[in-house]
């Protein structure tokens, strides 16, 4: 299911199909971070998207949102919570965080003008240049310490095939383009790829992590 900007009210709720119950969980936990969920807003539609077949990453959650939660209600969630007990705060949900640019920068700024030692992390797509009409990599890097980026593919055809990005055949040069500035930005970098592309994919994703000198985590699909 791809969700886009379109399927926005002006009100910031959602049309969604009949059979898609929503709550409004905007923090959610996952090993020792927690996890941001500010929208559910995506230019890609990931052949091995979570989304397509689950409501969330943890048993029982439910990340679809009935609206997009406003800056105050997502410092809201962070203030109901111990922030120095996790070892970092990562923006991630049911969505790209970076269709929310201006919020994630605020919200980012929030956490380290009040937790300065906290660690914090963006899990895009990569797209966020194409999504927001600029350069967007810096920005970023001010007040989110890393930077973990989808690659999923090794060349711009199986990009296109896996990710289908609203944005075309542009996408997966305008996505490594923001992996290099993330690298030379953000304090860390690192490409993700998920394991179910099969063993040629990822040595040649790997390849060109080596070229790029980023480096790059292959982690396992999320499955029941
Ligand atoms: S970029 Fe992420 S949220 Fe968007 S479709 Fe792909 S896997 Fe799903």
Redesign the pocket.
Known sequence: M?ITGDALQTDGSTIWPEATKMSDVIAYETGHGLYLNITNR?P???I????KDKTGVNIGENLWLSREPTYDEIIGALRARDIASYDEIVFCG???PTERLDTLLEVAFYIKENHPTQRTRLNT?GLSDLINGKPTAELLSKNVDMASI?LNASNKTEYQRI?RPVFGESSFDAMLFFALESKRCFKDTCFTIVDSIGKAEIDDCKNLCEKLGIRLRVRAAISE
């Open positions: 791809r995506c890609c539609d990931c091995f998207c979570v989304r049911f969505g790209e797509n989808s990710c």
